[in-house]
């Protein structure tokens, strides 16, 4: 059996579902800005109150582990941490790009180059690209800036580009609509339960002590003008 909390704090959206099996049971999602250090640890009590499951019936808590927000990821991993601890379960990272892209196949489930993309400010994506994305990446994850050339070689092999998350649609003025799908999908704690499941299924489980979410850049930190 296997019952996973997981956990989706990388992007605007905070999110936590309850999974068994690969198969969800009950989903707690917002999307507000800055939000999730006030709702998190409260998604998750309405989680539990809704299914009438506790924390001690899970089998193993799952974390988004990014890119994305550096704040963010820091308070799912800290509370996912913190219920890992307490109650000696494991824990589990999904990548969350690889969880945006096998959600955007399930969806569109047509053929061609599945491209996640978060937001990372201004004209700049993370971005790893898949031609299945139950595959390993044939772009592995990397900080991209977007520019009207940019995935050419990719668009030259004939085949469909399927982008999707949130930096997606930011990238259309740019790239334009000829041969390209701008899928709604973005992230969510629901599209995480596949991955998860897989990790517990062969035992692959983070070291409490040692893990850290894939932040990728360093936090973008505002010195204060004014005079002490």
């Not at 936590?16 to 707690?28: D, F, K, M, S, T």
């Amino acid at each position: 059996m296997g019952l996973i909390l997981n956990i989706e704090t990388s992007t605007n959206v905070c999110s936590v579902c309850l999974g068994r099996n690969g198969a969800l049971i009950h989903l707690e999602e917002t999307n507000v800005p800055q939000a999730h250090a006030g709702t998190l640890t409260i998604q998750i009590e309405k989680l539990l109150k809704a299914t009438g499951i506790v924390l001690s019936d899970l089998d193993a808590v799952a974390i988004s582990e990014g890119p994305g927000s550096y704040t963010g990821l820091r308070i799912g991993t800290s509370v996912a941490k913190g219920i890992c601890y307490a109650l000696d379960k494991p824990l589990i990272s999904v990548d969350t790009l690889k969880s945006i892209a096998e959600a955007t196949k399930n969806k569109e489930n047509i053929n061609g180059f599945y491209i996640p993309m978060i937001d990372a400010r201004r004209m700049e994506v993370y971005t790893a690209i898949y031609g299945d994305p139950s595959q390993e990446p044939l772009e592995i994850t990397h900080a991209k800036i977007i520019n009207e050339s940019s995935f050419q070689s990719y668009i030259n092999q004939g085949l469909p580009l399927i982008l999707s998350g949130n930096g997606a649609l930011k990238c259309k003025p740019l790239l334009g609509e000829k041969n390209i799908l701008y899928s709604e999908v973005e992230c969510s704690a629901a599209n995480m339960m596949g991955l998860s499941q897989n990790a517990l299924n062969i035992n692959k489980i983070c070291d409490l002590a040692y893990y850290s979410p894939s932040y990728l850049k360093s936090p973008k930190i505002t010195i204060s003008k004014k005079k002490l």
